[in-house]
């Protein structure tokens, strides 16, 4: 029998609002409030301004009333030993409430007499599938204590999903953890994660990664996924802004989301941008960076209309001055609006960011030739990019999504946007280290490019039920397209030194034409079924994705000098085991595709068109949630193809396989105490090469061993304050397929403070942090051609946060 499933409310009923204020309250360990005024009602629509600290709830709570008017009173036992999130922001009253109680377990019920107390909650709430039932599309997972991390995130076609209910490794990195660790970019945010290391510069134009040992990013053209979709996000870097989350699936995410356009597989990057609150905010940060680099950000939320239904999101940025690099400074502006409508069955939003960076003496990655030793790093500090250097970028991107509610049951949902990125540049390019003296040779080039990238779905999720069994079916097609426009024209060699750069007239170079040298189209259509029995416990996804790539390659005159059009399936299998209340177990088979290649015109098979690369990752893991805090085990494998030139003929013998082990803690192990740690062992090998002495090595790029710890402690003497710190290691790393030449191993430290507290009656904090507190001199990390980087200088970076 087929049976409809009920449709989530979009709005909280009266019992619902009451069992979920019994959960928030849970964290109390006061045992009553006194309020000599009237006792405000918590249903009065008045907003207020709150600045109260994470830790027990007792307090929390007696700061909450002191400020609320609420009269409140209960007995200790019912809140001993409980937690609160802690609020800073402008609420009204059950807003407010609402945070500082979440998930806590008890109800709070108005008495006779106008005054409020505490129960336990009597009355449980009956399951509800968050991917198909009337879920508003800027629905987000709840966090953990301390608000770092998420309890969950967005995947792609599956729609949001729990951690404990992910077949998958995944972070979801929240904008709370931007503000206080004080992130720029997305690369910045993603430090965080022993997964992940970043193998762009300190001082450089472009973010990329590797993930799982695999790069992602290198070659641009909207890599990261933006709320879900590609072809949005900006092509050189992500700023973290106007991100209210910054969410990492590890592992290949074809089916999930669609071909990647340059061919990743280690994982996605998804940007969930910051759309608007159900309260108002005003919101202004400071900003200082050494050198003298100066900025402010301004976040603005209002909702209008009738229940406040139309909602609009402003997030500004401006920064100017000198960086810590020599001869280096940096202006950045970013404008980001989002507007939303939030009806009963139709949800809409549009996103719309404009942003432009400009760099002088912009720094560049280092290429070393055959057989040099690799020199000891200079000074992060230290550069050997010329001061007449220049780089700007500019970006702008839209994105129209909504949803709309056919049934209870059924909801039909499309994305609809895209991007322009424009890069024009005039540099010394990728010098290359010719001896162990640390001797660099470079060509000046004048670069520049345009990229038009264009993204449009539609699907439908349906829930239902078979049963005993609950389905959550989803069915979508999509279609993605990006345009390249290239020209550079190119200078004499310019020679000089890591350690005592040498300064050089600046070369006359013409602008060059920007002729369009590439398109490629990405297109088709995925249906997957999430299957849910005995309340949960055990759901299997499967899915199926056809995806069709289309690509041209253009000469000066227009000609097409090579085209591609082939497809694959890719396929998804996944299965979640809850044994225990706290305890859950996956397994993933997933599969990653890549476009494959056309045989270059030095091989005796020039204009051979290879079928698309599949990559095939198995996954088993361990998931511990105990509400404060998760802790995931994993064990993956990635066996990823690749094409290879020998003896004149290329052809698709080569292979990487990666094989890991993930451990990450994020959340409140302690009151007070927050960790974001993690530890990442991989086996990277060639196991195929048609070059016999590669066979068996370590892949470019890949270390043994990457650690991350990053803590938080509230200092019990002083109210407000945390002190923070955190480490960064990463093992020895190999820059040639050889295996002959390799980056040391490195490990930076970070420390700093926050103070939040309150300035002339407005919730403020404080922030300072200093990034690689011993000046260690580092390669940070290599890119997958064997270009590598060097590490970040000491850095000073202070804030203040104040709300309006």
Do not use: C
């Not at 890599?223 to 969410?247: H, K, M, Q």
């Not at 069955?345 to 002088?360: A, G, M, P, Y």
């Not at 390019?429 to 640390?438: D, E, K, R, S, V």
């Not at 004499?492 to 002729?515: F, G, M, Q, V, W």
Request: net charge neutral; proline share 5%; hydrophobic share 35%.
């Amino acid at each position: 029998m087929l049976v409809a499933r009920p449709r989530r409310p979009d709005r909280l009923t009266k019992p619902v609002f009451r069992s979920v204020l019994l959960g928030l309250v849970l964290g109390a360990d006061s045992g009553s409030l006194a309020l000599a005024a009237p006792p405000t009602r918590l249903d009065t629509v008045a907003v207020r301004a709150y600045n109260i600290a994470p830790g027990p709830l007792g307090p929390a709570l007696s700061s909450f009333a002191a400020q609320a008017g609420v009269a409140l009173s209960f007995q200790p036992a019912i809140t001993e030993g409980l937690l609160s999130p802690g609020l800073s922001g402008t609420y009204t009253t059950q807003q407010a409430l609402g945070r500082l109680l979440a998930d806590s377990g008890v109800d709070m019920i108005r008495r006779d007499d106008g005054s409020y107390t505490l129960v336990l909650r009597r009355v449980a709430l009956p399951p509800i599938n968050i991917e198909t039932l009337g879920k508003p599309v800027d629905s987000l997972p709840p966090t953990y204590p301390g608000g770092q991390v998420a309890r969950g995130a967005r995947l792609g076609l599956l729609g949001s999903k729990d951690a404990m209910d992910a077949p998958f490794s995944i972070s979801s990195y929240t904008s709370t953890l931007v503000k206080d660790q004080q992130a720029v970019t997305v690369g910045d945010v993603l430090e965080r994660d022993s997964s992940v290391r970043s193998t762009g510069q300190a001082g450089g134009i472009v973010d990329s990664f590797f993930i799982r040992g695999f790069p992602v990013g290198e070659g641009n053209l909207g890599e990261l996924a933006f709320d879900g979709v590609y072809g949005v996000a900006s092509n050189y870097r992500v700023f973290a802004d106007y991100a209210e989350r910054i969410e990492l699936v590890k592992g290949p995410g074809a089916l999930l989301y669609g071909m990647s356009p340059n061919s990743a597989v280690g994982g996605v990057i998804n940007v969930v941008p910051k759309r608007p609150l159900d309260e108002d905010l005003t919101r202004f940060t400071s900003r200082y960076a050494m050198n003298s680099q100066l900025g402010g950000h301004l976040d603005v939320s209002r909702r209008f209309g009738e229940e406040r239904r139309f909602g609009v999101r402003l997030n500004s940025s401006l920064q100017q001055g000198d960086t810590a690099i020599d001869q280096q400074s940096r202006d950045l502006g970013i404008v980001a609006l989002s507007l939303d409508y939030q009806g009963e069955r139709l949800r809409t939003t549009l996103d719309l960011i404009d942003q432009q960076e400009e760099l002088d003496a912009a720094s560049r990655p280092f290429l070393i030739a055959p057989g040099v030793q690799i020199p000891s790093a200079a000074n992060g500090r230290t550069s050997v990019s010329q001061d007449w250097g220049r780089s700007k970028t500019r970006d702008r991107s839209a994105l129209l999504s909504g949803e709309y509610d056919l049934s209870d049951a059924l909801t039909v949902f499309a994305h609809a946007g895209g991007g322009q990125s424009a890069v024009e540049r005039l540099s010394d390019q990728t010098p290359t280290l010719i001896n162990a003296a640390g001797d660099t040779s470079s060509i000046p080039g004048y670069y520049k490019f345009k990229v038009q990238r264009y993204t449009v779905d539609i699907g439908a999720r349906l829930g239902f039920d078979t049963g005993p069994v609950s389905h959550s079916t989803v069915l979508q097609a999509s279609r993605y397209r990006d345009e390249l426009s290239r020209g550079i024209n190119s200078g004499a060699p310019l020679l000089s030194n890591i350690y005592h750069p040498i300064d050089r007239p600046k070369p006359s170079i013409a602008e060059p034409s920007t002729p369009k040298v590439s398109a490629s189209e990405l297109s088709g259509i995925a249906l997957a079924d999430t299957l849910s029995v005995l309340d949960g416990r055990l759901q299997v996804t499967a899915g199926l994705r056809r995806q069709t790539i289309e690509s041209h390659n253009y000469n000066a005159t227009g000609a097409v000098t090579a085209d591609y059009d082939q497809g694959n399936n890719t396929p998804l299998f996944g299965v979640v085991a809850k044994p225990w209340e706290h305890v859950s177990l996956y397994y993933n088979y997933v599969e990653g595709l890549s476009k494959g290649d056309i045989a270059p015109s030095a091989a005796s098979n020039a204009g051979e068109v290879f079928s698309p690369y599949v990559s095939r990752q198995q996954e088993v893991g361990l998931k511990l949630d105990y509400d404060s805090f998760m802790a995931t085990l994993a064990l993956f494998q990635i066996k990823k193809p690749s094409g290879e030139l020998a003896s004149g003929v290329f052809s698709v013998q080569g292979e990487q396989r990666n094989r890991g082990v993930e451990l990450n803690l994020a959340g409140e192990i302690a009151r007070g105490t927050r960790l974001l740690a993690g530890t990442t062992l991989l086996d990277g090998q060639l196991t195929k090469s048609r070059v016999a002495a590669n066979r068996g090595n370590t892949p470019v790029g890949v270390p043994r061993v990457q650690a991350n710890l990053w803590a938080e402690w509230d200092t019990p003497g002083i109210e407000g304050l945390t002190l923070t710190s955190g480490a960064i290691y990463t093992s020895r790393q190999y820059v040639d397929q050889a295996n002959t030449q390799a980056l040391d191993a490195w490990t930076r430290f970070d420390v700093g403070a926050r103070y939040t507290t309150r300035i002339a009656q407005r919730p403020t904090t404080l922030r300072a942090t200093v990034q690689n507190v011993f000046d260690r001199e580092y390669w940070s990390g290599v890119a997958s051609y064997g270009a590598f980087s060097q590490g970040a200088p000491r850095t000073l970076l202070l804030s203040a946060t104040v709300d309006f």
